[in-house]
């Protein structure tokens, strides 16, 4: 059952937390600190304990009091980090444990509750029956029945107010504590700040949604906000809520200042260069960049939108937009397969603007990589697709909040990135403002929720529209049976989703690498042998300019529907 | 509601393909430098000149562009390792009739040019669009021109993979500029002058850059 | 010529030292960096976890970086260490004490 609280309006789901990891990282942080420490040591003791003349031995002992001393922010950042780390993890001990623990409890008082109702309804009605004919014991047996059922509903209403009371009081310490652990890791680059960023610090990270992310934004002031974006673009870049403007410079500043200090080796190095090249010279703005998470940097960058004018005055990206797409890719690599990504976002732009000329569609595309893609042989698909899930639908929640309600919203999922879509869409409790929901080249979606997510109720699409490519029968059933999410559904086969045709493209491969997904000749296959032509360029299959899959979702996008 | 066609052309040796050979058979080795830039503008030029006379038989007056399209950057992206491709799009909307006859004249272009022919008619309505493909010729992976019944008419076109480092090719021909703060025409007609990669701190089609905007 | 020994063997308990201590600590973030954090998505938030594992990363990296420059150092110390050998080799006794490295 879905219940929700009945003061501060909170969903009753388990809260998430794992407290042996927590402890575990803790833990190592304080024995990184330590180690970092002793190797300190060592480096001082040959600055101060290397006596002697000569170039080199100078050298060596400027150089290790130079790497000491270098090492010194790094040890005190992991210590702050460590004790955000442990605030935190004692807090989900305690409180979101309590908070956990009162789930059941409180199902079944509900149910209890529940049933009082019917009950003291039934007494009532039974009473309403009784004429003046009836004899003074039936009437007297009836008034007692109701007064019955009275006393018992004001008993199961009240357990369940005082565990409600109780369950939003944990809920509500998990909350703030979740709010200090977030503005405790801003804040561990032990920067000194004044009392006005410190403030609003806290108040972005406690902000429990976009809409009161924006409402805080807004109420800063202009030296707080200009604060923020020198001391912590990488913050406000991701939070969802800031306004989409100053995301993306943010997000740039923070590019900027990571790249130059570098380099870090590779595949970094090259990834982040490709980044880069889809900001400088194909018009990409980044919208969200997390360029240390693991195991993969994550990105999402929009395509189709200018943040100036002309003269170089600053403008709203979203400003005139009707139209946003987000591709979600399945089978990405790396970072550095946004190029390919960014190509697909730009085509899909000028084919939906094409297509919907009449409409005056003025489309928007975000290429979207926020989470780690699934390893066909040894990760399980779910665990991959649930994290990318939560990260999806909050960037939804964020674009909804973003833009009006009469922008048109499309999701694209592409081959596992359609679990992704999917579960993030049909998982939610609201369609998330999604009008369009697309699964191309799909290998299954997820036909429940995934366990350790949001609980075990069913998908809900209502709201959105649901298009599939036709893949062939076969297709879903071969993943369905080696992926970890049990058969899985054939998009195709959901209530109401519209089939479009695709003729071929490649699917992902059991054991690795791509297939012919329906076999056909033509541009389905890969031919990126080096000719005598030289090399022709790998076929993008699903998404390909003259693919009829393609062609029917910029129709969709544009018009509503496949061709 | 789909059809395709394929028009062999009459002449079996491609001029192209001769040039393409000449450059390959001593070429394959990955240039660098000034030798790259040069090869990658030889390659621009020559293709450009194709989508210009296209894009001429349409409508030989200005067409807007965008900036991701533009077609003068280096991409990697479907090229194997070590190579680079360039991508072009130009949209224009032209008088629904006279779809029919612009299609036909391009066709003949092309196939007066030498290439092979591909056709293909998706959609009804105003949805309806026919293609005029050429795949896999002469520089191109891949040259379409797409005909849509409310009027829009496409130029797009994919290039093949030519041995260079893109990263260093970028940076070669750009610098680092972040070329949508005017260092790329808002329009362009088919007869206007080529020009290859910018000048950082002088863009050609806008006023110089101001610091970061903060809104 | 005994003392020459003796502080050859302090040097060469330097770079050894040098070597296990930052490579512990280099061992330990790469470890601390690709772990799971626990933290999960509660109630859908992502926010918390992806700052963490941000910022393991970044402690990780900075402590790659450290690590190679402890290398540096630990070349420079070898190539002295060496040079002592030579200096062993070609002086004969008298060499003056104080022009001998000292590892206090």
Avoid at chain 2, 69 to 85: E, I, L, R, T, V
């Amino acid at each position: 059952m879905s219940l929700t609280s009945p003061n501060r309006g909170w969903a009753l789901e388990k809260i998430e937390y794992d407290s042996g990891q927590l402890e575990g990282i803790h833990a190592d942080l304080g024995t990184l600190g330590d180690a970092g420490g002793n190797a300190q040591i060592v480096l001082r003791n040959i600055d101060g304990g290397l006596e002697g003349r000569g170039q080199s031995i100078t050298l060596v002992q400027s150089e290790s009091g130079t790497l000491a001393n270098r090492m010194n922010p790094t040890i005190a950042t992991l210590g702050r980090i460590a004790d955000v780390v442990r605030a935190y993890g004692e807090a989900v001990a305690v409180h979101a444990k309590a908070a956990n623990d009162l789930i059941d409890d409180i199902e079944a008082a509900h149910t209890a509750n529940q049933a009082a109702i019917a009950d003291l309804d039934t007494a009532e009605s039974s009473q309403r029956q009784c004429t003046p004919d009836d004899d003074a014991s039936t009437r007297a047996t009836a008034e007692q029945d109701v007064t019955d059922a009275e006393s018992s509903l004001a008993a199961t209403r009240s357990a369940l107010e005082d565990l409600w009371e109780r369950w939003e009081a944990a809920y509500a310490l998990w909350d703030d504590a979740y709010g200090a652990a977030v503005a405790g890791l801003v804040r561990s680059d032990g920067t000194t700040l004044s009392d006005a960023t410190l403030s609003a610090i806290d108040a972005l990270a406690n902000a429990d949604t976009p809409a009161e992310v924006t409402e805080i934004w807004d109420g800063l002031t202009d030296p707080q906000r200009d604060a923020l974006r020198r001391t912590y673009p990488e913050f406000i870049g991701n939070l969802e809520g800031v306004p989409y403007l100053d995301r993306m410079l943010a997000n740039k500043a923070a590019y900027d200042k990571i790249v130059e200090a570098g380099p870090y080796g590779e595949p970094l190095d090259t990834q982040f260069a490709t980044l880069g090249l889809e900001l400088t010279d194909f018009d990409g703005q980044l919208l969200m960049f997390n360029p240390f998470e693991q195991p993969q940097a994550t990105a999402a960058v929009m395509y189709g939108v200018s943040i100036s004018d002309e003269n170089g005055d600053p403008i709203d990206p979203m400003e005139g937009i009707t139209n946003v797409n987000i591709l979600v890719g399945g089978m990405f690599s790396s970072l550095e397969d946004l190029e390919a990504w960014g190509e697909s976002a730009r085509n899909l732009n000028r084919y939906a603007d094409d297509y919907g000329t009449d409409a005056g569609v003025r489309s928007a595309t975000i290429a979207w990589y926020g989470y780690d893609s699934p390893n066909l042989l040894t990760e399980h698909t779910m665990g991959s697709a649930t994290e990318g899930a939560a990260t999806l639908s909050a960037t939804l929640r964020g674009l909804d909040n973003e833009v009006s309600s009469s922008v048109t919203t499309s999701v694209i999922g592409h081959s596992y990135g359609s679990t992704t879509a999917f579960l993030a869409v049909g998982g939610s409790s609201d369609n998330l403002g999604v009008d369009n929901l697309i699964a191309v080249g799909s290998a299954g979606v997820p036909d429940g929720y995934h366990q350790s997510w949001t609980g075990d109720d069913a998908m809900d699409y209502s709201g959105t529209r649901i298009y599939a490519s036709r893949a062939p029968g076969d297709l879903v059933a071969r993943y369905g049976e080696h992926s970890s999410f049990g058969h899985g559904t054939n998009p195709e086969e959901l209530p109401g989703a519209i089939s479009f045709e695709s003729d071929g493209g490649t699917v992902p491969k059991l054991d690795g690498g791509t297939e012919n997904g329906l076999g056909t000749p033509g541009h389905a296959s890969h031919d990126g042998g080096n000719t005598i032509w030289g090399w022709w360029e790998q076929d993008n299959g699903y998404l390909a300019r003259d693919s009829e899959s393609f062609r029917n979702i910029a129709n969709i996008v544009a018009n509503g529907e496949p061709l | 509601m789909k059809k395709r066609w394929q028009t062999i052309a009459a002449t079996a040796v491609l001029a192209l393909a001769l040039t393409g050979c000449a450059n390959e058979g001593d070429g394959m080795a990955t240039p660098t430098g000034d030798e790259l830039v040069a090869q990658a503008e030889q390659h621009y030029l020559d293709y450009r000149g194709v989508t210009n006379d296209i894009q001429a038989l349409i409508f030989d007056g200005p067409w807007p562009v965008e900036v991701g399209s533009f077609g003068m950057q280096p991409s990697g992206a479907g090229c194997p390792d070590g190579s680079y491709k360039f991508d072009l799009a130009r949209s224009t909307q032209v008088d629904p009739a006279q779809h029919a006859a612009l299609s036909e004249s391009v066709r003949e272009h092309l196939i007066e040019e030498g290439y092979d022919v591909e056709g293909q008619d998706l959609g009804s309505g105003e949805a309806k669009s026919t293609d005029v493909i050429v795949r896999k010729q002469g520089d191109f992976s891949l040259l379409m021109v797409t005909f849509i019944a409310n009027g829009s008419v496409s130029v797009t076109a994919t290039t093949k993979c030519w041995p260079g480092d893109r990263i260093e090719l970028s940076d070669l021909m750009f610098g680092g500029a972040t070329l949508s703060e005017g260092y790329l025409p808002r329009e362009e007609s088919p007869s206007d002058p080529l020009f290859f990669g910018v000048t950082p701190g002088e863009p050609a089609f806008g006023p110089t850059p101001k610091p970061t905007a903060t809104p | 010529m005994a003392d020459v020994e003796i502080d050859k063997q302090a040097l060469e308990g330097a770079i050894v030292q040098i070597g296990s201590a930052i490579g512990e600590y280099v061992t330990y973030a790469n470890d601390i960096a690709a772990r799971d954090t626990g933290v999960g998505n509660p109630v859908g938030r992502t926010g918390l976890r992806v700052m963490l594992e941000n910022a393991l990363g970044q402690a990780m990296l900075e402590a790659r970086v450290q690590h190679l420059a402890s290398i540096g150092i630990s070349d420079r110390l070898m190539r002295i260490n060496e040079s002592f050998e030579d200096l062993d080799v070609s002086l004969s006794s008298g060499w003056d004490i104080d022009y001998v490295a000292d590892f206090a």
